[in-house]
């Protein structure tokens, strides 16, 4: 009977399905006690202007130091942590953390910090990021924050109201990944940014494939008529760097130039990349 049959089925599938949700369960458990264990880090990865060279900003990006399994990349472990709520936690800390390492630094660069959709929807995150710049006496005007387009789908009031207030403290506002998951042009007419992020996916193939380089060209068009900045994230090759900078894009985030790096190896990098921009 289809009975039977669908006992039979759920019988074959059920060890390896109980072996995933167990994996699951113990990474939930391991990310609760890492608030708590301070297993997190934050890496730092240059964010380089296309027309001078220079490093005007940074990404704060994630790191977790996991007692058995080593680094886990936040691909994996942030939808965990947006599930359960520690998000919250979590982002706070890395928002507190990187504001008070980058007011330190002997530059006068931007910090670019990633929020999760999760915490964009809690109505306190503008009263967080004053206590926050408060506290850590970063000018708000060298804190971006990125968001990702799928803040903007659900409720488009609150997120209008949470930029708003955001920006009324000074920050600046980054849409990231431009280009993959819900994009709609609309959402640059509606909300206000200061900064396209143009996805690694568009930049990839720029040398290679006819396509890219008119999807980059058209945004950072759109881009300049809206009086917001464009980066190019993902830029691996020196032919990549060279198209962008003739498209007109404003600055460039990669491995070309460098990946994420903890903070002591990036206030040397600070340091040295001055010294040689002055020479
Ligand atoms: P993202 O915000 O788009 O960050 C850029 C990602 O591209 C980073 O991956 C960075 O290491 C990687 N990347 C930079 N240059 C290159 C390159 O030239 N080639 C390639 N293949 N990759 C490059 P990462 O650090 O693994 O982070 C992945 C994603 O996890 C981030 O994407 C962001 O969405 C999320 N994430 C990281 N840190 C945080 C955080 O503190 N909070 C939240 N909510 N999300 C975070
Ligand atoms: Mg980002
Ligand atoms: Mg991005
Ligand atoms: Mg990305």
Redesign the pocket.
Known sequence: SAKAEGRRTFRFFEPEMDAVAKARRQLEFDLRSAVADHAFEI?Y?PLVDLGSGAITGC????RWRHPTRGMI???EF?PIAEDTGL?NEI?AW?LATACSEAATWDADITLA????PV?FRQPSLALLVASVLGASRLPANRLEL?I?EAVLIHDDDAALSTLTQLRALGVRISL??FGTGYSSLSYLQRFPFDKI?ID?SFVGDIGTAEGSSAIVQAVVNIAAARRMTTTA????TDQQRQILSSLGCTQM????FS??IPAAAFRKLLASHSATCAA
């Open positions: 890496h990865q990404e704060a990006l994630l990349s936040p691909a942030i998000i982002g890395t910090v990633n929020i999760s915490q990125e990702t990231d990944d992020k690694r994230e993902g830029v691996e985030q990669g491995w070309l990946p994420a």
